[in-house]
């Protein structure tokens, strides 16, 4: 059985830093693209982040260069540091990864982490 945890979150003030760390466990064959998704109060999910299994990545507009997403294979891990926090980052942030275990393959979700920035 494949599972995400993420970690990472907390209350951070406006123009600090948080580092949310997306650890994969079971029988796993290969991650293949993974994401970050971030869901405000009140607003649909929504992808902030994406990298391939290649490492190539991708950013929302209102992320880039202020975030980015990076992976270490080894320790089946995905990483999302942001910088610069703004209030409007303040959400839920799940990650999410098309997994393909020994069994069979599939997109997981973990149970997200909570992030929160002050004004």
């Known amino acids: 059985q494949v599972q995400l945890v993420e970690s990472g979150g907390g209350l951070v003030p406006a123009g600090g830093s948080l580092r949310l760390s997306c650890a994969a466990s079971g029988s796993i064959a290969r991650i293949n693209t993974v994401g970050w998704y971030r869901q405000a109060p009140g607003k649909q999910r929504e992808l902030v982040a994406g990298i391939t299994s290649g490492g190539s990545t991708n950013y929302v507009d209102f992320v880039k260069g202020r975030f980015s997403i990076s992976r270490d294979n080894a320790k089946n891990t995905i990483y999302l540091q942001m910088n610069s926090l703004k209030p409007e980052d303040t959400g839920v942030y799940y990650c999410?990864?098309?997994?393909?275990?020994?069994?069979?393959?599939?997109?997981?979700w973990g149970q997200g982490t909570q992030v929160t920035v002050s004004s």
């Open positions: 999410a990864a098309d997994i393909a275990s020994r069994a069979s393959s599939g997109y997981y």
